[in-house]
């Protein structure tokens, strides 16, 4: 059975709640990594060692008020709360899977509200963070592109998501750690929120906030091109590429994203951004959503480990999670099986991932949140690809995420 942890928030309450917004010219501190906190105290005429302070607190030991950071002088801590605030976000609901996956839905402004998963495993437990309110891409199997779109998240959405799972996880900060592994594998497609992304990811693997390595963070793209060679660049994650089909004509059904940017340029760019890395670091994970009757084939098999000999790579295969009103299916346990068979025969090696936390909605594709849809996708099912940007869409109210 899945558990869902009750809220300080009533159901019964339709009073519209939000993050608290910033006071006039105050600075939030979830938006600024080390950088931004350096030169913040460098304008205050203090000395660097504020920022490692400073973070340690925040990051650290979940502390969301100046007052409690008692390594800080008192008159310090009364400049700091005329300058600046901690954004911490609203938790509306959490859910506990049955597989102890855990899922936290967070509530943003207007009444949005994005997803967060932990997924707990032997010897490492994994955080996937969403990037976007809504995706733009409009992928047919997922359920995060038919919530549509609203709008990028800011560096403080970002890192929100791993301090609520930090916090509500229990983590002793001089003990074990909780959260190893980062995915930016939620709402979203990363790289169309890059600067926000990277700011975040910067914070998530500073010393004194989460120290998470950058080998243990994974940055999923449906292959934005120009985007993945800047990533490797400023970024120099681990890089998981969405694909899902063989072949063009297949995957721009699937993802529209592709008649943009095809496969051999997709492709070209894995090579450009796996290039001089580090042994354990120089293959992309490709990601295949084994869809009943669409790309599920031997033959659709044998294409794909022709298609990527080219790329050192690793393959993950998603067997289909379902959601309301998709017409897919996941195919069944012997062809998942003989669909492996086939790229690990050709010298791949392949994962068939287990579903986790389906139970809650919280497995791959499934993550939805509520979104106030500004992309019309349900009036016109235009797609991101026709058009120049997203901005220039109209709008469109969908459920909105009142508790």
Same mark, same amino acid.
């Given at each position: 059975?899945?558990?869902?942890?009750?809220?300080?928030?009533?159901?019964?309450?339709?009073?519209?709640?939000?993050?608290?917004?910033?006071?006039?010219?105050?600075?939030?501190?979830?938006?600024?990594?080390?950088?931004?906190?350096?030169?913040?105290?460098?304008?205050?005429?203090?000395?660097?060692?504020?920022?490692?302070?400073?973070?340690?607190?925040?990051?650290?030991?979940?502390?969301?008020?100046?007052?409690?950071?008692?390594?800080?002088?008192?008159?310090?801590?009364?400049?700091?709360?005329?300058?600046?605030?901690?954004?911490?976000?609203?938790?509306?609901?959490?859910?506990?899977?049955?597989?102890?996956?855990?899922?936290?839905?967070?509530?943003?402004?207007?009444?949005?509200?994005?997803?967060?998963?932990?997924?707990?495993?032997?010897?490492?437990?994994?955080?996937?963070?969403?990037?976007?309110?809504?995706?733009?891409?409009?992928?047919?199997?997922?359920?995060?592109?038919?919530?549509?779109?609203?709008?990028?998240?800011?560096?403080?959405?970002?890192?929100?998501?791993?301090?609520?799972?930090?916090?509500?996880?229990?983590?002793?900060?001089?003990?074990?750690?909780?959260?190893?592994?980062?995915?930016?594998?939620?709402?979203?497609?990363?790289?169309?929120?890059?600067?926000?992304?990277?700011?975040?990811?910067?914070?998530?693997?500073?010393?004194?906030?989460?120290? $998470?390595?950058?080998? &243990?963070?994974? *940055?999923?793209? #449906? %292959?934005? =091109?120009?985007?993945?060679?800047?990533?490797?660049?400023?970024?120099?994650?681990?890089?998981?590429?969405?694909?899902?089909?063989?072949?063009?004509?297949?995957?721009?059904?699937?993802?529209?994203?592709?008649?943009?940017?095809?496969?051999?340029?997709?492709?070209?760019?894995?090579?450009?951004?796996?290039?001089?890395?580090?042994?354990?670091?120089?293959?992309?994970?490709?990601?295949?959503?084994?869809?009943?009757?669409?790309?599920?084939?031997?033959?659709?098999?044998?294409?794909?480990?022709?298609?990527?000999?080219?790329?050192?790579?690793?393959?993950?295969?998603?067997?289909?999670?379902?959601?309301?009103?998709?017409?897919?299916?996941?195919?069944?346990?012997?062809? $998942?099986?003989?669909? &492996?068979?086939? *790229?690990?025969? #050709? %010298?791949? =090696?392949?994962?068939?991932?287990?579903?986790?936390?389906?139970?809650?909605?919280?497995?791959?594709?499934?993550?939805?949140?509520?979104?106030?849809?500004?992309?019309?996708?349900?009036?016109?099912?235009?797609?991101?690809?026709?058009?120049?940007?997203?901005?220039?869409?109209?709008?469109?109210?969908?459920?909105?995420?009142?508790?």
């Amino acid at each position: 059975m899945s558990v869902i942890i009750p809220t300080s928030v009533s159901e019964s309450d339709s009073t519209p709640r939000s993050m608290p917004r910033s006071p006039a010219n105050k600075v939030n501190f979830f938006d600024l990594p080390r950088a931004g906190l350096d030169a913040f105290f460098a304008d205050l005429g203090e000395k660097s060692f504020r920022s490692t302070q400073v973070l340690k607190w925040i990051h650290h030991f979940a502390v969301d008020e100046f007052d409690a950071m008692t390594n800080i002088s008192r008159s310090l801590r009364e400049q700091l709360n005329s300058l600046a605030y901690i954004n911490t976000p609203e938790v509306v609901e959490h859910q506990v899977s049955r597989d102890g996956t855990q899922k936290w839905l967070i509530r943003l402004d207007n009444n949005n509200c994005v997803e967060t998963v932990f997924i707990p495993e032997a010897g490492r437990g994994t955080l996937c963070v969403s990037s976007q309110i809504g995706c733009a891409l409009n992928c047919s199997f997922c359920a995060t592109g038919k919530q549509g779109f609203n709008r990028n998240l800011s560096v403080s959405e970002i890192i929100a998501q791993l301090w609520v799972a930090n916090r509500e996880l229990g983590r002793d900060p001089k003990g074990e750690r909780i959260i190893s592994n980062i995915v930016m594998m939620g709402m979203g497609e990363p790289l169309l929120n890059f600067e926000n992304v990277v700011k975040a990811m910067d914070i998530m693997t500073d010393d004194f906030a989460y120290n $998470i390595s950058k080998r &243990r963070i994974t *940055l999923s793209t #449906a %292959g934005v =091109v120009p985007a993945m060679d800047r990533l490797k660049e400023q970024g120099d994650v681990c890089l998981a590429v969405s694909l899902h089909a063989p072949n063009d004509t297949l995957r721009n059904e699937l993802v529209p994203l592709n008649n943009k940017y095809p496969i051999a340029q997709l492709l070209d760019a894995c090579s450009r951004f796996v290039e001089g890395k580090p042994k354990g670091r120089d293959l992309v994970t490709f990601e295949y959503i084994l869809l009943e009757g669409v790309n599920d084939s031997i033959k659709q098999a044998h294409q794909l480990a022709r298609l990527l000999r080219r790329v050192p790579s690793k393959i993950n295969l998603i067997p289909f999670n379902p959601f309301p009103g998709s017409p897919y299916h996941r195919p069944r346990q012997q062809r $998942i099986d003989q669909f &492996r068979d086939v *790229l690990t025969k #050709a %010298g791949y =090696v392949t994962i068939t991932r287990k579903p986790r936390g389906d139970d809650i909605d919280a497995a791959c594709g499934q993550l939805a949140g509520k979104v106030l849809d500004k992309t019309k996708r349900r009036l016109s099912q235009v797609s991101y690809v026709q058009q120049s940007s997203v901005q220039k869409m109209g709008v469109h109210g969908n459920k909105p995420c009142n508790a």
